[in-house]
Nanobody, 123 residues
């Protein structure tokens, strides 16, 4: 069992930055690929980024490449999402998830999910 708790969301102006954190419980943290997803009002949940268990491989949705960076600290059992050059269309609830592989997470598959955290980008 893995429990995930997101933090770091909030309100930011367009062009600004935020760093989301996802603290995980459980001793098997490094076995899981970790990922971020988001869901905007009235839209389906979409994949944002994923990182392998070792942290050596990352995978991004095309629209996030160059602006978002996913990383993980195995010692702190935490995964991060650094978001730069934020746009109003990035406004959504962001979810942290643990899954099997980065490719499976890119297809929307996660074994464990956080409760989500709101990110609002004002224009």
């Amino acid at each position: 069992q893995v429990q995930l708790v997101e933090s770091g969301g909030g309100l930011v102006q367009a062009g600004g930055s935020l760093r989301l954190s996802c603290a995980a419980s459980g001793r098997t943290f490094s076995r899981y690929a970790m990922g971020w997803f988001r869901q905007a009002p009235g839209k389906e949940r979409e994949f944002v980024a994923a990182i392998s268990g070792s942290g050596t491989n990352t995978y991004y949705a095309d629209s996030m490449k160059g602006r978002f960076t996913i990383s993980r600290d195995i010692a702190k059992i935490t995964v991060y999402l650094q978001m730069n050059s934020l746009k109003p269309e990035d406004t959504a609830v962001y979810y942290c998830a643990a899954g099997t592989t980065t490719s499976s997470m890119a297809r929307g598959k996660g074994d464990y999910w956080g409760q989500g955290i709101q990110v609002t980008v004002s224009s």
